[in-house]
């Protein structure tokens, strides 16, 4: 079973005075679901939106609204992230003391449940939720900011997980310092969601769609597609 190729622009490398204009430009651009990382400045050393932010943007575009909680406790929060209009709302496996309820309360919303795995969090750590996950998001960088280089160490957990995960209908995304380069790596490891910010956002406007192409290009043809 192939899991489609999709790309996910992170809007945390957007220009935030004019939000609602960047996720209407990178929809257009192509973007396959907008990334969306929340920082609470304890789980990880940033801080930057919450679900009242994710709200003020969700008029401005109908894509799957791809919400990356990097906060701890995500328990108390999960129904405000799902009312403001998230589609996946993905919890880090130390985000909480009971992983497995986390995801199910997700589920429960009706929302799309995911998990994430810092780089030093094995892929064992999430064998026992594969029936409750519909995305398994492995981060190439540690997370809190972006423009960070990119972990070539992911890549055996990428092939840990696409083996564990093998005839489910989980998608596995990878995010942190993706380009065309990197992107390769991570298709060739087993990932089929890429997550990039820096490399969609740099030059402007009127580059992000020349800016997704590059890395769906790169990406197609390393699942040997036609790009
Ligand atoms: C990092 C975030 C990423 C970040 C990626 O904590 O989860 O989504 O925005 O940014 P780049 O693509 O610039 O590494
Ligand atoms: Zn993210």
């Known amino acids: 079973m192939t899991r489609p190729l999709l790309i996910a622009p992170s809007m945390l490398a957007s220009d935030f005075s004019k939000l609602g204009e960047e996720v ?3 929809d257009t651009a ?4 907008i990334h969306l990382d929340v920082m609470d400045g304890h789980f990880v050393p940033n801080i930057s939106f919450g679900p009242d932010i994710i709200k003020a943007m969700r008029p401005h575009s109908k894509k799957i609204f791809d919400v990356h909680l990097m906060i701890a406790p995500c328990d ?19 985000a909480g003391p009971h992983l497995h309820r ?43 900011f972006g423009g960070q280089a ?7 957990k990428i092939a840990q997980l696409k083996a564990m995960t093998a005839g489910r209908p989980i998608d596995i995304e990878v995010d942190g310092g993706i380009t065309a380069q990197t992107a390769t790596r991570v298709i060739a490891a087993g990932a089929n969601v890429l997550v990039a910010g820096s490399a969609v956002f740099k030059g402007g406007v009127s580059t ?20």
């Open 76 to 94: 108390p929060h999960l129904e405000a992230f799902a009312k403001a209009g998230s589609d996946i709302i993905t919890v880090h496996v130390e």
């Open 150 to 156: 990119y972990l070539p160490l992911v890549e055996e």
């Open 102 to 144: 986390s995801l199910q309360a997700i589920r429960a919303m009706g929302k799309k449940a995911g998990v994430s795995l810092n780089p030093a969090t094995p892929a064992e750590t999430v064998a026992h939720v594969l029936d409750t996950v519909d995305l398994i998001l492995v981060m190439s960088v540690n997370p809190g």
């Open 30 to 33: 192509g973007a396959d679901w």
């Open 208 to 227: 992000y769609a020349s800016n997704i192409s590059a890395i769906r290009n790169a990406a197609s043809l390393a699942r040997g597609e036609a790009a």
């Open 24 to 26: 209407r430009a990178v």
